[in-house]
Each structure stands twice: as C-alpha cells, then as structure tokens.
C-alpha cells in the first residue's frame, strides 16, 4: 500500500487564477497519476507523470491547461491555468501497485469551486 | 473505449437491509476492483476479483465476477450508517493499460 498526501484540500478560486496541488507518496514510485471527478461522473484520467521526463496527456487534456511537474520519485504537482468555473471539481492523485494485479491507492483529494 | 457501467446509480436504504450493486462490460477484464469512497476523501481499494466465478467476502460484503468476466456484483448484508459512500467498480486489461472506472454507486444508508 502507500500513504498519500494531497494539498489543498479545498479551494475556492476566482475564474482566471490559477491553482497548484500537491501530491507527496511515502514511497518511490515510478508513475503517478491525476484524476478528475466530477459531481455525478467517474473518475477520469487526466495524464500520467512520470519522472525525469514529460507528463502523458490522456484526450481531451493539455499540457498548457494543466501543467505538471514531477521533480522526484515521490512527490507531483497538477496546475489548473486560467480557471473557469467548468473546472470546479475534485483532484484526485494515484499511484498503482502494479504487482499481479493493479490496485490504486488515492490521495484525499483537492475539491475545487471557481467563482 | 472501454465503459464499465454500474447500478443503480443511486441507492437509499434503510439500516439492517441487504443490497446489491452492479458493474457491466461488454469487455473481458482480467481483474476488476471495488472501491469505496467516503465523502472529502479518495478512494480505498475494498477487493480485488481475477479468477471468472470468484466470490470473495469481506465481513458483511460479498464480491462475485462474472463466469465471463466482464461484470461483477457487490452484495451487501444488513447494511449499517457506516456503508455509506460512493461504490466504484474498476477493470483493469479490457484492451486498455489503464484502469477504466464506473460511474459509481452512491449509497446511503439511514440509521
């Protein structure tokens, strides 16, 4: 397993600001993972970012909107650029424990409102 | 595009009541999980199922995946206030490297 640590917890930003999570694991891991969650919607993978070198987009995400940095095995963050109030919803981190089989383990999560 | 589709989508109970949850593909999955999360916090891994007829139980919980694997089902037994959450079934393989995850099952159970 592993213990994940997501900040903020909340937010409540005005439209065209920008936002900067935080996500610590207590161990090394060569992958992490940022989600969306949506009121109502499933949890949908925004990229992929691994360290020393660029994040992975999933369709429907770009780097410009939201940029990610991974500066070590153990710790990322996801920036929401000039936000709208479509982003208002919660962030969620993951790492995988990629074993025989893949389990997830999440972070908290970072519940966003833009006003 | 993979989808895992659950029901009910919502779910309102009274405590000491059974219920059942659903998850279904028309994809073959070669594992499928059961998360449960809680309102202000993410989700925790509640069960992993691989083998196709598997049941697993975990105290007043009971996970089956399909023969076919490509559903699976979480049945709980005299629910209580503290099963309250979001249930969310993911599969992993199906075509994709990524987990894919349902919709959820909002539950809530009322004293």
């Known amino acids: 397993s592993a213990v994940i640590s997501q900040k903020p917890s909340r937010d409540i930003c005005q439209r065209g600001t920008s936002l900067t999570i935080q996500c610590q694991v207590d161990?090394?891991?060569?992958?992490m993972f940022w989600y969306r969650q949506q009121p109502g919607q499933s949890l949908t993978l925004i990229a992929t970012?691994?360290?020393?070198?660029?994040?992975?987009?999933e369709s429907g995400f770009v780097i410009d909107k939201f940029p990610i940095s991974r500066p070590n095995l153990t710790f990322s963050t996801l920036t929401v650029s000039n936000m709208s109030p479509e982003d208002s919803s919660i962030y969620l981190c993951?790492?995988?424990?990629?074993?025989?089989?893949?389990?997830?383990?999440f972070g908290q999560g970072t519940r966003l409102t833009v006003v | 595009t993979q989808l895992l589709e659950q029901s009910p989508q919502f779910l309102s109970i009274q405590e000491g009541e059974n219920l059942t949850v659903y998850c279904n593909s028309s994809?073959?999955?070669?594992?499928l999980q059961w998360y449960r999360q809680e309102p202000g916090e993410g989700p925790v891994l509640l069960v992993t199922v691989v083998t196709g007829g598997e049941v697993k139980k975990l105290k007043r919980l009971t996970f089956q995946f399909g023969d076919a694997r490509k559903d699976s089902s979480l049945h709980i037994t005299a629910a209580q206030p503290g099963d309250t959450g979001l249930y969310l079934c993911a599969g992993e393989g199906g075509g994709s490297e990524k987990l894919v995850f349902g919709k959820g099952t909002k539950l809530t159970v009322n004293p």
């Open positions: 970012a691994n360290q020393g070198s660029e994040a992975t987009y």
């Open positions: 161990s090394q891991v060569t992958m």
């Open positions: 994809s073959v999955f070669s594992s």
């Open positions: 993951s790492v995988e424990n990629r074993g025989l089989n893949t389990e997830a383990f």
